[in-house]
């Protein structure tokens, strides 16, 4: 059988490792995707940057998409069944890493403006991949959580803490925003957090959006925090990404350019899960495997005095494996700098040029005696030892 023709996101991790053996590969800029671009693949492995829909596909050749990402908007999945163009994501291939960065929210607001997450209720929109993990997280660091999620909670396929949205946004002291993107039925979440439900949060709530943009009415959101700048906000996914709105980057305490799930593991994890699914589609042998592919993390280990207090260890642990606050910082220098011409490259650029970054899961804590302390950081996803 001669090798597959594929077209694929230039971004894409590891992509010649697992796909160069069974195909040629035309690496494109996914956010430009043109249909003369396509029209000889047989399969296309790209991210959420690319739209694939009608227009893209009418007149190619295409069998497969394979999207490296958890979430599908970017997918028009109807056109897709209706030609009989089989389709893939990766659910959860990233999803610790967003739980990673939603902590690590967490200890900034504990460590800059006095936030102790043990005092407070935690709620969670969203209990898919990542807020379910985030909750499951959360609970086993012995933290008070409620979420909301009609879907799941109709499925009745777990046992969460669940509550409607309007009481959640009334009981929480800080809001993690984890919901896909739909926007159509019953269920929609396009500007789910509308100016009712920001009007409804308490002052000196701490919210976390780290799902996708459109999720939050960003311009009510905006209002509020020009009025009353009485929330603390951690903005990772932004409206019209790359040409965001960047007038409320001043009222944010971190921002970030939408990768909450960039860590190393959840890049690899995604193209390793497209690369399973483009074989068994094809009929092709699977033989590259993720952990030949992953390597040692650079801090393995962090050793605590035994009269460290938890504040601390946190602190020390979370900015061993990922600091937030840099992040912040490089994109504020950044996207300070761009004008209008130069603002979605400059967006774009941040989030193909990111820095290495591993997982909570790769740093082990040793000196820790404190019951009450390990088991907040091993409920958090460190290893303790």
């Not at 023709?5 to 690496?27: C, G, H, R, W, Y």
């Amino acid at each position: 059988m001669s090798k597959l023709q594929i077209v694929a996101d230039e971004n894409i991790l590891l992509l010649d490792e697992f796909f160069a053996p069974i195909a040629d590969i035309t690496k494109v800029n996914g956010r430009n995707l043109q249909a003369e671009q396509v029209t000889q693949a047989d399969a296309l492995v790209l991210r959420s940057t690319a739209k694939v829909n009608k227009a893209l596909l009418q007149h190619s050749s295409v069998k497969f998409v394979g999207t490296c990402t958890i979430g599908i908007d970017h997918l028009d999945t109807a056109y897709l069944d209706k030609q009989n163009i089989h389709w893939s994501n990766a659910p959860g291939c990233n999803a610790d890493g967003v739980v990673d960065y939603a902590i690590n929210a967490l200890n900034h607001a504990w460590q800059v403006h006095g936030i102790d997450p043990r005092q407070t209720t935690i709620g969670v929109v969203g209990a898919g991949n990542v807020g379910g993990r985030l909750i499951k997280r959360l609970q086993a660091a012995g933290l008070h959580v409620i979420c909301t999620d009609p879907p799941q909670q109709a499925a009745g396929l777990d046992n969460l803490p669940y509550t409607d949205l309007a009481n959640l946004l009334q009981q929480a002291d800080v809001v993690c925003l984890h919901a896909p993107l739909t926007k159509q039925g019953e269920s929609s979440t396009f500007n789910l957090i509308n100016k009712q439900a920001i009007n409804q949060l308490r002052p000196g709530t701490v919210l976390i959006s780290a799902g996708r943009g459109e999720v939050v009415d960003q311009t009510a959101l905006l209002e509020r925090l020009q009025k009353q700048g009485d929330l603390y906000v951690y903005l990772d996914v932004w409206q019209a990404e790359p040409m965001v709105d960047l007038t409320i980057m001043p009222y944010c305490q971190t921002v970030t350019p939408h990768i909450a799930g960039h860590s190393l593991e959840g890049k690899m994890r995604g193209t390793a899960m497209i690369y399973q699914a483009l074989c068994r589609h094809f009929g092709l042998p699977a033989t590259q495997h993720l952990n030949a592919h992953l390597p040692a993390p650079s801090i393995k280990r962090l050793e605590v005095d035994a009269g460290a207090d938890m504040k601390s260890i946190l602190n020390a642990a979370c900015n061993s494996v990922y600091n937030l606050s840099q992040d912040d910082a490089r994109t504020r220098q950044a996207l300070s700098k761009a004008d209008h011409s130069t603002l979605g490259s400059t967006f774009d650029y941040l989030r193909k040029h990111y820095p290495v970054r591993r997982e909570f899961s790769t740093l082990e804590v040793a000196g820790v005696i404190d019951a009450d302390q390990r088991q907040l950081l091993q409920g958090f996803g460190f290893k303790v030892i």
